[in-house]
């Protein structure tokens, strides 16, 4: 009895490594091929075997080898645009980068954000809290409609210089009825590095926040601050 060997190598095709399936492929084939010329020196003459079903299980393994072929050209592609999207990514390194997050960046001694303020805020307040959830910054916010911008150095309430590192940054504001209101928070962070996981490219801020790619707002030139407009 001919094994169906093909069928089996078929499974390799699932996984991302097209030279262990192939590997496996022509493992599968040396095997089919050695019970088949076994069979063919001990058939008997005057009832030779039917060459149709191991013609049919040759077939399936040119089938499936051109699959793995497929597969691993493929992969090459993949790699490529991988490749190309690492190469497109190093311009982002070395500046700064504007995107929505409650992650606060401070870097040297310097960080940056921004809020949106809506219609209808009587009362709004800036928080910044240190990776423990202890509050370390407090100021009122601006309650005029638009966007406002804050440069933190990195002082705390007593006038403390904090160290580098990701704060969060919370900004509150209340209502005439004293309903809270949602308000949107934007930080600038410096770019250290980037790469490409799951095919998404991620940028990795300050060395410790990652944003996907499609998720930067705005790129400044450099990591130097900037005066106000």
């Not at 262990?20 to 005057?46: C, H, I």
């Not at 013609?55 to 493929?74: G, K, R």
């Not at 910054?137 to 990195?154: C, Q």
Request: net charge negative; aromatic share 6%.
């Amino acid at each position: 009895m001919i094994l169906g060997a093909a069928s089996q190598s078929s499974a390799a095709l699932t996984g991302s490594d097209s030279e262990a399936a192939k590997a496996k492929l022509d493992e599968d084939l040396n095997q089919f091929l050695t019970l088949l010329v076994t069979q063919l020196q001990n058939q008997d003459p005057l009832d030779p075997m039917d060459a149709t079903e191991f013609t049919s299980q040759l077939v399936q393994f040119a089938s499936v080898e051109q699959q793995i072929y497929q597969n691993s050209n493929l992969e090459k592609m993949l790699n490529l645009q991988e490749t190309s999207q690492i190469a497109s990514m190093v311009d982002f390194i070395g500046n700064q980068v504007e995107f929505f997050s409650q992650e606060l960046p401070l870097s040297d001694g310097y960080a940056e954000f921004s809020y949106v303020m809506p219609a209808g805020v009587s009362k709004g307040s800036i928080n910044i809290a240190n990776s423990s959830g202890l509050n370390v910054f407090y100021a009122d916010a601006d309650t005029s409609i638009g966007k406002h911008t804050v440069k933190w150095d990195g002082m705390n309430k007593n006038n403390q210089q904090l160290g580098d590192g990701t704060y969060t940054l919370l900004v509150t504001g209340q209502d005439s009825s004293g309903n809270l209101v949602e308000i949107e928070h934007l930080v600038v962070g410096p770019v250290t590095g980037a790469g490409v996981d799951d095919g998404i490219v991620k940028l990795f801020i300050n060395g410790a926040i990652t944003i996907e790619q499609d998720k930067i707002l705005s790129v400044r030139k450099g990591l130097e601050p900037v005066a106000s407009e």
